[in-house]
Structures are given as C-alpha cells and as structure tokens.
C-alpha cells in the first residue's frame, strides 16, 4: 500500500501550471512550547511566498507557540492546507482548546479559504471542539471540502457540538472523516442533520462509533440526499438487520458508489439479504464491498454474490469482495462464489463449514438498550464510560489476584525477561492466558493482553521459547478481545503507530522483534480483517517517519503494509 498526498493533488488540480508548495514539518517530534521554539517554523511559514499547504503533523504545540505560529499565519491568506493530526500529545486538555482557536484566529485574520483541515489523532475531546467552532464557523471554512477528525474522542458531547458549529454557515464538503470517536446514536444523528443539509458529500468514514441501528437509519436518510457518495464506510458499527434495511432502501439513490465497507457490523444473515436486494435494485459502478466478520450464513453470502455479480461487466469491475469470517459453506459454495467473483473475492478465514450454516438466529436483533432508555453500557455518556481509569499491567495483576503477582507468571510480566519466560517452560501461553483472565474489566483485559503478548514478542529475536510462545499468544489475545476497536487501538499504541493519552503509559518491549512476530500472524485466518486493514494503513503512512531501526525490520516484510 502506498501513501498519497491527495490534498496536494487537488491543489495543483484547481490550479492548473501551479506547483504545490508550502511548509512540512511532519513526523520531527518537535516540543514546542514557547515562541522562541516555534521558532523554526515561524522563520519557515516567513519564508514561504505562496503557503497553500502547512503540515505540523507529529509535533506537540503548547499555547505560546500556537500564538507565534498564528501570528506569522496572518500574513497568507493563500493558505489551503491545514495538516494539523497527531500535534498535541502529552498537553493537558484545557491547553488544547486555546492553542486550536490562536491557530484559526491566524487563519481568520489572514482571510485564508481552506480546501482541507486535518486534526485526526489529537485526544481532545469535546473540549476541543469548543476551541475549533470559531474557525468552523468563520469564512475560512467556507469553501472547506475535506474535514478530517479521526480518533479525537468527541464522544456524543463532541459530535453535538461539531453538528453545531458545522451547521451554522452552509457547508460543502465531500470528505468527511470521523472515525473512532463514540459518536454514537446521539452524535450520528446530529451530525446526519448537517449531512442532510449538504447534499455534496463524495467520502463518509465514520467507523468505530459505537453507533447502533438508530444511528444508522438517521444517517442513511442523510446518505440519499448525498447523491455523488463514492465511498462508505461504517466499519465496526452495530448496524444489525434493521440498520441494513436503512441503508438498504438509500443504495438505489446513490448512483456513484463505488466502496462499501460494512466490516464487524454484526448485519447477520437479515441485513446481509437487505442490503444484497438493495445492491440488485442500484446501479452503483461498486467497485469494493467488505461484509467481513458478520455473522452472515452461507445462503445470504450467496445472495450477495449473486447481488453484486449479476452485471456482464462486474468482474472487469469488482476489486475486492470480503466475505471473510462468515459462514460461507463447503468447499462447493466457494467455488461458486470465486467463479462468479473472480478475482476480487476474498473468502479466507471461513468460519463455516462443510454442511453447517452456523449463524441461524437472524430474528434476534443485537441488544440495544440505548435506543430506548439509554440504559445499556454501550451508550453510557462519554464521562461515565471514562471514570475508571485504565491501569498499568502490574496495578491490573496486583487488584486481579495478589497471589498471581508471586507466581512465575506474575513474576514475567512484572518484570519480562528472558529468564522470567523460560521459567514458564512450554506452556507459556498457556499459562499466561489462564492468569490474565482474571482481569475483569474488557478494556483492562484487552490493555494487558496486548501488553503481555507484547512482552514475549519483545524477547523473540533473543529467545525460541518467547518467539513460540508469543506466536501462540496471538490468537489467545484476539479471542479475549471482546471489542475489536479497543484491541485495535491497543495494538497501535503498543507499536507506536499511535502516542497514548495516559502519560503514564510505558513501551516496555523491543519493537522491531514485535513486528517481526506480528507479520508471522497477521495474515493468519483467525486474525479479524478490520485489525489487519487497520494496522497495514497505519504502518504504510508511518513507515516513512519510523526509528530506522524499525524501519529496517518493517521493510523486511512487505505483508504488513502492502
């Protein structure tokens, strides 16, 4: 997989002899927090006579240094970029609001018209927002067509108040990113209103939202007035059977759509057969479908095949069909799908068999208690969700059981050495698994799953035994795993693809030899699609800006970025 800059693309599409230019200090880990640190990047902005594009992504910005890099902002008001992901870790949250409004109040006073704004992987929560809704709602996002908010925990709080700002002057965007935020039903709603009001929208992504059926149907009435929506994705969502119907009925309106990505929806076989009539009944160029991990029984996974391949043209079309981790048949049902598929089928990781259709329980709808009383624990306010705090692995071990923290399994993952390891013989895996599990909360598991798997993987390049007991910790972690999203962002702390929030959060294995273990599994059947996808897009945009020596190591196996 490889990495484009599509913001520079399109500038040099709008304006055609015209080269890109602008100022990049990407991936230099700067701390700046005063102005004479922001230095560098004020003389560089300073210098700069057409500044269309400036890119911080990687640094962290304090409020004085936000001011100064402002200040030197009021003099461009060519200014059409703004790259601004991943720059304000280890800031408490009250320093974030102030720095973001210095940044827009530069932008405002030069009388810039941004194109793209990019804030994904700053943890600010709906604070932040607060800090952005004067530069939302001001000229300089007037004429704004791609909004970037991955990973910046707005939660419903957030989302409400980015439907506010977003809503208070028309807006014509057609990329919207938003994806791992608790959004949930509340926040999709909101922001199904703005997208009603839309109606240029090209590019949804809004996975990991915790976003259950009535979400779904709010923001599917929103996609039919979206008539030019080329991609969707609601990976990890519970869109369920009546969230499928939903989408169901806006498929024959969207007449461009070319990628659909429904992965971990937990749609069953009712929503697969609604969405597979809604496919028949459009003619969408469909390019890419992911329905992977779904609970789909064989019969339904046919209905979609013959779907989407009943057209003369769609193998030429379809590049990729990911029907992974349903219940797909016997060898005979495989067959038939890759014969009418072609290429683009992508059937691994079958958890069907031979003569079984395992998932028969399509009338029961996924509970969804917060669709009526709010009850239930996935939709929890932000602030209830966040008031235990997630533990270090030996605070978990010594809360879990505090005689485990005296066994050798205790003993390791405490303190993981080699020594430590090799006193678990064999069993390692075993043996750890057994211990782990008596962490009862999901998120404190899934944290010391990753940790404790990260641990062994550290030693392997030293040690057989940890680079055997690791490879079969893999599939013990991803079974325990009871929320996908959260080991997906455990994993991606834990290799520094992404910087935590918890300033007390230490890397305490070898990261090259984790990768290492991790492109021996990755491609492994039980490993789940959506983690895979999501950890081969990170490492590919990371790769460039890796410590050389996992660089060196992640360029040595192709299998996890390509």
């Not at 399109?10 to 304006?15: E, G």
């Not at 922001?38 to 057409?50: E, F, G, H, S, Y």
């Not at 991955?150 to 709080?157: A, D, E, K, S």
């Given at each position: 997989m490889f990495s484009f800059d599509?913001?520079?693309?399109?500038?040099?599409?709008?304006?055609?002899?015209?080269?890109?230019?602008?100022?990049d200090f990407s991936g230099k880990s700067l701390k700046l927090n005063t102005?004479?640190?922001?230095?560098?990047?004020?003389?560089?902005?300073?210098?700069?006579?057409?500044l269309q594009y400036l890119t911080l992504t990687g640094n962290t910005l304090g409020i004085p240094a936000a001011k100064a890099i402002a200040k030197a902002l009021e003099n461009h008001p060519e200014l059409k970029s703004a790259r601004f992901s991943d720059m304000f870790t280890g800031r408490m949250k009250t320093e974030i609001p102030p720095a973001l409004a210095a940044l827009g109040d530069g932008m405002i006073q030069a009388g810039a018209r941004l194109s793209e704004l990019d804030l994904s992987d700053n943890a600010f929560g709906p604070i932040g927002v607060e800090g952005l809704a004067k530069l939302l709602q001001s000229e300089v996002c007037s004429e704004l067509q791609e909004l970037r908010?991955?990973?910046?925990?707005?939660?419903?709080?957030?989302?409400?108040?980015l439907a506010k700002a977003l809503s208070a002057s028309p807006k014509k965007l057609k990329v919207f990113i938003a994806g791992r935020n608790r959004l949930e039903n509340d926040g999709a709603k909101a922001l199904a209103v703005v997208f009603q009001n839309m109606g240029t929208l090209e590019e949804i992504a809004m996975p990991q939202n915790g976003i259950y059926h009535v979400g779904i149907s709010a923001l599917s009435d929103a996609f039919q007035v979206n008539p030019r929506l080329t991609c969707l994705n609601l990976n990890d969502n519970t869109i369920g059977p009546k969230g499928a119907a939903a989408i169901a009925r806006a498929l024959p309106k969207l007449k461009q759509l070319k990628s659909i990505n429904f992965g971990d929806c937990l749609l069953k076989s009712a929503g697969a057969i609604a969405l597979a009539k809604g496919l028949k009944d459009s003619s969408m160029p469909l390019q890419s479908l992911d329905l992977s991990h779904n609970e789909i029984g064989k019969d339904a996974c046919m209905e979609v095949v013959d779907a989407i391949s009943s057209s003369p043209d769609s193998k030429d079309r379809l590049t990729r069909v990911t029907l992974a981790g349903n219940s797909l048949g016997g060898a005979a049902n495989k067959k038939v799908m890759k014969d009418k598929l072609g290429a683009a089928a992508e059937l691994s990781d079958d958890e069907g068999s031979d003569d079984e259709d395992e998932y028969v329980s399509d009338s029961e709808e996924p509970s969804e208690g917060s669709d009526d009383d709010g009850s239930s624990e996935d939709s929890a306010t932000e602030d209830a969700q966040h008031m235990d705090t997630v533990l270090d692995i030996s605070d978990m071990l010594k809360t879990s059981d505090a005689h485990a923290v005296e066994s050798n399994v205790g003993e390791f993952l405490l303190k993981p050495t080699i020594q430590n390891l090799e006193k678990l013989g064999s069993d390692g895996a075993v043996l750890i698994d057994t211990h782990l599990q008596a962490i009862k909360k999901p998120e404190n598991l899934i944290q010391a799953y990753v940790e404790a798997t990260c641990c062994v993987s550290g030693l392997s390049d030293q040690s057989p035994v940890a680079a055997v007991v690791a490879r079969q910790l893999y599939p013990l972690m991803?079974?325990?795993?009871?929320?996908?999203?959260l080991l997906t962002n455990e994993?991606?702390?834990a290799l520094q693809l992404i910087k935590s929030e918890d300033k007390a959060y230490r890397v305490r294995w070898y990261i090259p030899a984790c990768y290492k273990v991790l492109a021996s599994q990755i491609e492994e059947a039980y490993f789940p699609a959506p983690i895979r996808e999501t950890l081969k897009f990170f490492i590919s945009t990371k790769l460039p800006v890796l410590e050389a020596d996992v660089k060196s190591v992640v360029e040595g196996y192709r299998n996890l970025y390509t």
């Open positions: 599509l913001s520079s693309i399109s500038t040099a599409l709008l304006h055609p002899g015209r080269q890109a230019s602008g100022v102005e004479d640190d922001a230095k560098p990047i004020v003389d560089a902005i300073n210098a700069c006579p057409d908010l991955n990973n910046n925990g707005l939660g419903i709080t957030g989302g409400k108040l991803v079974q325990r795993a009871s929320l996908q999203w994993l991606l702390k």
